[in-house]
């Protein structure tokens, strides 16, 4: 037995709640079995709860390792998001509930976010966006990153979001590969009680993009922020406040085939150049809502805050597009999780009454560091879901996370995807799954997952590649510009099986056959034999998001004395009750090394870009994480999950 399994040797288990199973929108295993007789019917029925202008009569075409799905269907993700609540009961639901790190705050109902989708519309109409042009956005965690995501996919431009803990170099390199026609930013925007500099960013960023042909400028505040104006360039430079005040908001959706590409989002590149994820437009909005519907099990009252950046995947796709084509009410937060105190989640948790709360293990780990009397000083009693979005949680911080702050009540999703895949891969279904601390558990339904050895036979117990075996409507289409990459990435790990997607992962599954996700395989072969993966810490990749979300993978880690305390203590003789010699002491050494890179992770807000990415890419796959900003985000996955890899 090896030190990493030693290490993932839980058998605490926890079964729904059953009123909680009894109300659950996924309430019976037989899911899974009539998702795998046929996945193809499965999804269909899933993309059949979205609105479509012209009905889809072909579900798939799968030419390995392209995919097609509805390919004949047409619809609009802005209208599946916005006008189909808002011409309903919904209209006068809140549909966004935001607070900026200052304490402002504002709310949008599903009728005023028409409203604003619309005008902004029909403002990138004015400036001569057409369908198929790119439009970067780099804003901060306000709601004009939402309405600006919406209007882009109103009209049928593309939209490149990039995190606005980015520097301007970050953002000139994603402008120029995406040849993006317009740059969406702010004055400014607030973390930890500083101002970022964004249009100074941008404009050192345009200097040297040659594609951009106009700025549009959110005034953050009604004062000049960071104390001076920012600079405006006549002509080519235009305040958000103004073109609004004069667009009609009466702009109609351009109907989409189902393929059309709604967005591009980057991962950092392992080559130094960030890969433009390419997802279409019904399959990834399908596997979106639905997943978001089952997995966090949404109900019309309930108050959803995944704590994600809108600049990674896991804000993408479970803050902005599956939860709004679910009609829920999702909160957004501007700044850091400890300002002005360390307390903030937890206070904004029971001044809005947030129901399901979805964040990062980082985060979850710092939380722990800061101590449970934070949490202890809020109301959250209206908590009723809890989701972790990243890299893999380890089992200490799982519990600790049941413990203060879902109370022993609340059950745990703890999902893995990549900025690669879209949306979750892998999750519990919390009205029927029993959960275990520290594993993804299995693959959601109409998920084809597998453990692969290297000539591509499945394993059924024990340790392998992690692979995807049939296509999914979320799954990417290609790498911006440049095909060829995109196959040798994902689809050339397993000689003549260009139908096998390799997300960079490694993974166990146990007896049970719950998934945990224990290694960035990709990087961990790069970087050679002197480094290593670890199994269920803090990682070094995956996500997008957030996270880093954005994805990448679990960081590679030079061996050194934690790693040979971690194998002495499996070798260890000592045994507690129901574990494996030498678990207890190998589970706790494991735990502090997980605090202390949650600690490491959160100080590294100055670090250079191309760091922060990879971590973020780490909690993004894993999808959570963030990055100069702060903490969190998800550009991939979660439970193990990431992208840039993959999220």
Not at 311 to 328: D, F, K, M, Q, R
Not at 589 to 605: K, N, T
Request: net charge positive; glycine share 12%.
């Amino acid at each position: 037995m090896t030190d990493i399994d030693v290490l993932l040797q839980e058998h605490r288990k926890f079964k729904p709640a059953e009123a909680f199973a009894r109300a659950a929108n996924v309430s019976s295993p037989d899911i899974y079995a009539r998702a795998a007789k046929d996945y193809e019917a499965f999804w269909a029925e899933c993309a059949r709860e979205l609105e479509w202008s012209k009905p889809f009569t072909k579900v798939l075409e799968w030419k390995p390792p392209r995919a097609k799905w509805f390919m004949d269907g047409e619809l609009n993700a802005s209208v599946n998001c916005v006008d189909r609540h808002a011409r309903g009961a919904r209209r006068d639901k809140r549909a966004i509930v935001w607070e900026g790190e200052p304490g402002d705050t504002r709310t949008l109902t599903y009728g005023e976010l028409l409203d604003e989708v619309s005008r902004f519309a029909s403002v990138l109409d004015g400036l001569g966006v057409k369908k198929g042009d790119r439009v970067a956005i780099y804003l901060p965690m306000i709601p004009e990153a939402a309405i600006a995501m919406l209007g882009c996919a109103r009209i049928g431009a593309v939209h490149s979001v990039v995190f606005g803990g980015f520097s301007a170099e970050s953002l000139r390199d994603r402008i120029v590969d995406a040849q993006a026609k317009v740059l969406i930013t702010a004055d400014g925007g607030y973390r930890r009680g500083q101002v970022v500099p964004l249009k100074k960013n941008a404009d050192d960023a345009i200097a040297q993009t040659p594609t951009i042909e106009n700025v549009v400028v959110v005034r953050r505040s009604e004062q000049p922020i960071g104390g001076s104006p920012a600079s405006m360039t006549a002509g080519r430079d235009h305040w958000w406040h103004e073109l609004m005040a004069k667009a009609s908001a009466t702009r109609p959706a351009t109907a989409m085939n189902a393929e059309d590409i709604l967005f591009t989002l980057y991962t950092s590149g392992t080559t130094g150049k960030p890969k433009g994820i390419v997802h279409s437009t019904g399959g990834y909005l399908t596997q979106c809502a639905f997943t978001t519907k089952a997995i966090f099990d949404l109900k019309e009252d309930d108050v959803y805050w995944c704590t994600a950046d809108v600049g990674w995947v896991t804000g993408h796709s479970y803050i902005v597009y599956g939860p709004l084509a679910n009609g829920a009410t999702c909160m957004m937060y501007e700044g850091a999780p400890d300002w002005p105190q360390k307390d903030r989640f937890w206070a904004l948790c029971e001044k809005y009454g947030v129901t399901i709360f979805y964040t990062a293990p980082t985060a979850i780990r710092a939380f722990m560091k800061w101590g449970a009397q934070h949490p202890d000083k809020h109301d959250l009693s209206k908590l009723r879901l809890l989701g972790s979005v990243g890299e893999p949680i380890n089992p200490e911080a799982w519990m600790w996370y049941r413990e203060h702050i879902g109370h022993d009540r609340c059950p745990i999703v703890d999902t893995w995807w990549q900025t690669e895949t879209g949306a979750i891969m892998i999750s519990p279904l919390p009205g029927i799954t029993e959960a275990t601390p520290g594993s993804a558990t299995v693959a959601f339904p109409g998920i084809s997952a597998e453990l692969l050895d290297d000539g591509a036979k499945p394993i059924a117990v024990g340790g392998g590649l992690l692979a995807i075996t049939k296509p999914w409507p979320g799954m990417l289409r290609t790498i911006w510009g440049d095909d060829e990459r995109y196959v040798r990435t994902y689809f050339s790990k397993w000689q003549d099986r260009p139908d096998l997607y390799f997300p960079g992962d490694g993974a166990k599954r146990d007896a049970n056959g719950n998934f945990w996700i224990r290694t960035r395989r990709r990087r961990a072969q790069r970087r050679g034999a002197s480094h290593r993966d670890d199994g269920g810490g803090v990682s070094a990749r995956r996500s997008s998001g957030g996270g880093g979300s954005g994805g990448r993978g679990q960081g590679a880690r030079p061996q050194g004395a934690g790693d040979r305390r971690i194998r002495d203590a499996a070798r260890g003789t000592k045994a507690h009750a129901g574990a494996q010699p030498g678990v207890a002491r190998a589970r706790r050494e494991q735990d502090r090394r997980d605090r202390e890179a949650g600690r490491h992770h959160l100080q590294r807000g100055s670090a250079k870009d191309a760091v922060r990415e990879n971590h973020a890419s780490s909690v993004a796959r894993h999808c959570g994480g963030k990055s100069a900003w702060g903490y969190d985000d998800a550009r991939g996955s979660g439970g193990g999950g990431g992208a840039e890899g993959s999220v």
